[in-house]
């Protein structure tokens, strides 16, 4: 569709010979993460250290509560060999990466909470990483998109 775009016209062609009388309707997909959930010895505990320290608000419980509202971006889904080594020791099974707009800020803020930020110096295509970890050992990626 890229190409499609670049060609006057063409996506207007485009879009007629999908939706012709032979079109397959349209596949619903999903629009995004919706939750995550996962295990914590001291649950109430975590969700104030994810609060206090990377601003997220747990599922609403009262009246009043909001949510954690998400800015509009691209989330990556990767599954990993269960050999890799990326997550950590292969006892983990999950690592979350949230984005943030400003790494070097988000990890200076961080560290001045005493909490250890291990930023990649490298720049990828596709942006820069930092690596840290919650209370619990759980590992936390942080990435700033190209």
Same mark, same amino acid.
């Given at each position: 569709?890229? $190409?499609?775009? =670049?060609?006057?016209?063409?996506?207007?062609?485009? %879009? *007629? =010979?999908?939706?012709?009388?032979?079109? &397959?309707?349209?596949? *619903? !997909?999903?629009? +995004?993460?919706?939750?995550?959930?996962?295990?914590?010895?001291?649950? !109430?505990?975590? =969700?104030?250290?994810?609060? /206090?320290? $990377?601003?997220?608000?747990? #599922?609403?419980?009262?009246?009043?509560?909001?949510?954690?509202? #998400? %800015?509009?971006?691209?989330?990556?889904?990767?599954?990993?060999?269960?050999?890799? #080594?990326? $997550? +950590?020791?292969? #006892?983990?099974?999950? @690592?979350?990466?949230?984005?943030?707009? /400003? $790494? *070097?800020? @988000? =990890?200076?803020?961080?560290?001045?909470?005493?909490i250890t930020v291990d930023v990649d110096p490298q720049a990828y295509p596709y942006g820069r990483f930092a690596r840290l970890? /919650?209370? &619990?050992?759980?590992p936390i990626e942080l990435w700033q998109p190209a």
């Amino acid at each position: 569709m890229l $190409l499609a775009a =670049a060609v006057p016209g063409a996506a207007a062609a485009a %879009d *007629e =010979a999908a939706s012709g009388p032979h079109a &397959e309707p349209a596949a *619903e !997909k999903v629009l +995004g993460i919706g939750g995550l959930f996962f295990r914590a010895a001291d649950p !109430k505990g975590l =969700a104030r250290w994810y609060f /206090d320290n $990377l601003g997220i608000a747990t #599922t609403p419980m009262h009246a009043g509560d909001q949510p954690w509202h #998400t %800015d509009a971006g691209v989330t990556s889904f990767t599954p990993f060999s269960q050999k890799s #080594t990326y $997550l +950590g020791p292969p #006892t983990q099974a999950w @690592m979350v990466n949230f984005r943030v707009r /400003d $790494l *070097e800020k @988000m =990890a200076a803020q961080l560290r001045g909470k005493g909490i250890t930020v291990d930023v990649d110096p490298q720049a990828y295509p596709y942006g820069r990483f930092a690596r840290l970890h /919650d209370p &619990e050992g759980n590992p936390i990626e942080l990435w700033q998109p190209a």
